[in-house]
């Protein structure tokens, strides 16, 4: 079945670096555009990058442009998001999303997103 599996996760202390990944099985990956969003405690889930389907475009939230970066690698159906100089604000649960196909809006719209995977948490201590 359709499934993704996110990893990477972990506490770190500020200025320190993360690297998530989203491994998608049971679809044709190369076909759908991605996305990473977070969810801190009491908050809503929000958008932090998206990138097309072969990874020639991205896309950044304002909180996270110039940190982290998007990236995938279709030949091993696994999506990335390398997170550096972290602040105490980038605590949250993340989570990898499928894109809808075919759907139009901003990358940033978590209703354009009909996959997800069970999140991973990071915590960035000051």
């Known amino acids: 079945q359709v499934q993704l599996v996110e990893s990477g996760g972990g506490s770190v202390q500020a200025g320190g670096s993360l690297r998530l990944s989203c491994a998608a099985s049971?679809?044709?990956?190369?076909?759908?555009?991605m996305g990473w969003f977070r969810q801190a405690p009491g908050g809503e889930r929000e958008g932090v990058a998206g990138?097309?389907?072969?990874?020639?475009?991205?896309y950044y939230a304002d909180s996270v442009k110039g940190r982290f970066t998007i990236s995938r690698d279709n030949a091993k159906n696994t999506l990335y998001l390398q997170m550096d100089s972290l602040k105490p604000e980038d605590t949250a649960m993340y989570y990898c999303?499928?894109?809808?196909?075919?759907?139009?809006?901003?990358?940033?719209?978590?209703?354009?997103?009909?996959?997800w995977g069970q999140g991973t948490q990071v915590t960035v201590s000051s």
């Open positions: 999303a499928r894109r809808r196909v075919p759907s139009y809006g901003s990358w940033s719209d978590s209703s354009l997103y009909n996959v």
């Open positions: 049971g679809y044709t990956y190369s076909s759908y555009g």
């Open positions: 990138i097309n389907t072969g990874g020639g475009s991205t």
